[in-house]
C-alpha cells in the first residue's frame, strides 16, 4: 500500500520557520522526482519546489527562492521542506507529490503564518 504523508505544518508568526516532512512507503522512493504544492482558497493550486530523484537538481517559484529549501533522505523514503522567513502569503495547504511514472499524493499539512 502507498502511502504519502505530510506533516510539519504549524500556525507560525511572520519572519519565522518551519520544517515540512513527507513520509513515504510503498513504492520507490529514490526512483522518482518529488514536488511540494500549495494550495489556497483565493489563489488556487500553486507549484512551490521541485527535486530530482537522486537530489541533485532543485528548483523553487520565484516567491519562495531564498527562503525555502528542499532536501531528500533516501534512505529514509522522506522529503523535507525547510521554510525560513515566513510571510502571510505563504499560508496554504502544502502537499507533496511524486512525480513520474505514476503519482502518489499525500493529504497535505496546513501552514499558518500570521501574527
Known amino acids: 500500500e502507498v502511502q504519502v504523508v505530510e506533516s510539519g505544518g504549524d500556525l507560525v508568526q511572520p519572519g519565522g520557520s518551519l520544517r515540512l516532512s513527507c513520509a513515504t512507503s510503498?513504492?520507490?522512493?529514490?526512483?522518482?522526482?518529488m514536488n511540494w504544492v500549495r494550495q489556497t482558497p483565493g489563489k488556487g493550486l500553486e507549484w512551490v519546489s521541485y527535486?530530482?530523484?537522486?537530489?541533485?537538481?532543485?528548483n523553487y517559484v520565484g516567491s519562495v527562492k531564498g527562503r525555502f529549501t528542499v532536501s531528500r533522505d533516501n534512505a529514509k523514503n522522506t522529503m523535507y521542506l525547510q521554510m525560513n522567513s515566513l510571510q502571510p502569503e505563504d499560508t496554504a495547504v502544502y502537499y507533496c507529490?511524486?512525480?513520474?511514472?505514476?503519482?502518489?499524493w499525500g493529504q497535505g499539512t496546513q501552514v499558518t503564518v500570521s501574527s
Open positions: 507529490y511524486s512525480s513520474g511514472e505514476r503519482y502518489f
Open positions: 527535486i530530482s530523484n537522486a537530489g541533485k537538481i532543485s
Open positions: 510503498g513504492f520507490a522512493f529514490g526512483a522518482y522526482n
